[in-house]
């Protein structure tokens, strides 16, 4: 073990960001040097972090990556991605996904960390889509390990639809081929899509969708169709859901998700006019106000693209009314 391997390590074990950041900025740290050196420094210390419950080193090494990415590849960053980076970061995905479901610990700024370094790295890549041909499971097993969480989800879901939106065709064309072939995440998405109403946030359920939607052809999802869903109604209209109507389509779908649930977690309405607190909206086209109980956030949705926006209630709004087309609800938050 080398010197500047040692010295890491060391600063590592005693997760020191400051002296950390001074050894990255070292001159004698060339490229070539970080690279080969922090891969294995940084795979012994995430796999120790993990199996001693060491979070404080496993966000040391999630700082440490962020900041090799910043730097571009001025600290060897483009070393570390063909060393295999992604697979440290696939098993800290691991970790974070346990944690986060029996409650352990506040992943929170784990996972914030681990979604931008994992949105960074796969940025740098020259393949961008081939750790995510055999890696999209780890973003769906997060999705189906608890719905209470749904800020957690909601983190999750925008990462994923991010990373999607900036492949190119090809690229995409190669993950959907993958899937295909990969029954795990048939399987992770009947849970989902089963459980769609738990989520409790209509911005997340329509996230799901939406991912749904980018790595499925229409084939497969008709296929899939009956199987994914409770009931002839939402299958048809899961069915109905289309790329150039998509907003309108999966609201219908969604909406019938969760009216026909039994725990109804989101109600949405169908509104010609709006009052949130001092603020009165009335637009041509038609607006959808949806209330989610378990994010306790408040959404607005207007048409004809249904443009999103999203408030906590209990945060912003002491008091709103809803007038529909044949009545006016008012609602009281606390």
């Known amino acids: 073990m080398g010197t500047n391997e040692k010295q890491l390590e060391n600063l590592l074990r005693g997760s020191d960001l400051n002296k950390i950041e001074e050894f990255l900025q070292s001159e004698c740290n060339t490229p070539q040097v970080c690279g080969t050196v922090f891969e294995s420094c940084l795979r012994r ?54 944690k986060a479901a029996g409650r352990q610990l506040n992943v929170s700024d784990l996972l914030t960390l681990l979604l931008d370094c994992i949105t960074s790295v796969i940025e740098l890549q020259t393949n961008k889509n081939r750790w995510l041909q055999s890696n999209c499971d780890l973003f769906l097993s997060f999705l189906c390990k608890s719905y209470t969480n749904v800020e957690l989800k909601r983190k999750v879901v925008e990462a994923f639809i991010g990373i999607l939106v900036s492949l190119d065709s090809t690229s995409m064309d190669q993950i959907r081929s993958s899937i295909l072939c990969t029954p795990l995440i048939d399987d992770l998405f ?131 009314k809803i007038e529909g087309k044949s009545e006016v609800m008012f609602y009281k938050c606390s």
């Open 45 to 98: 210390a995430a796999q120790q972090g993990i199996q001693k419950n060491r979070t404080e080193t496993v966000l040391c090494v999630l700082k440490i990556v962020k900041y090799l990415c910043e730097q571009n590849n001025q600290r060897g960053i483009h070393v570390l991605i063909a060393a295999g980076i992604l697979e440290i970061l696939g098993n800290i995905f691991l970790y974070i996904t346990e």
């Open 190 to 320: 009947e849970n989902i899509l089963l459980n769609l109403n738990y989520f409790g946030d209509y911005d997340v359920q329509a996230g799901i969708v939406e991912l749904l939607f980018r790595l499925y052809p229409t084939v497969k999802r008709k296929q899939k169709a009956q199987s994914w869903n409770h009931n002839d109604e939402t299958a048809r209209l899961f069915c109905c859901i289309s790329y150039n109507n998509f907003e309108s389509s999966a609201r219908a779908y969604i909406n019938k998700v969760n009216q026909t649930s039994q725990e109804k977690w989101v109600a949405s309405y169908h509104c010609k006019s709006l009052v949130v607190g001092d603020i009165v909206l009335e637009e041509n086209d038609e607006c959808w106000l949806d209330l989610c109980f378990r994010s306790r956030n408040l959404g607005i949705a207007f048409g004809p693209r249904f443009d999103y926006g999203w408030y906590a209630m209990s945060d912003y709004v002491e008091d709103f």
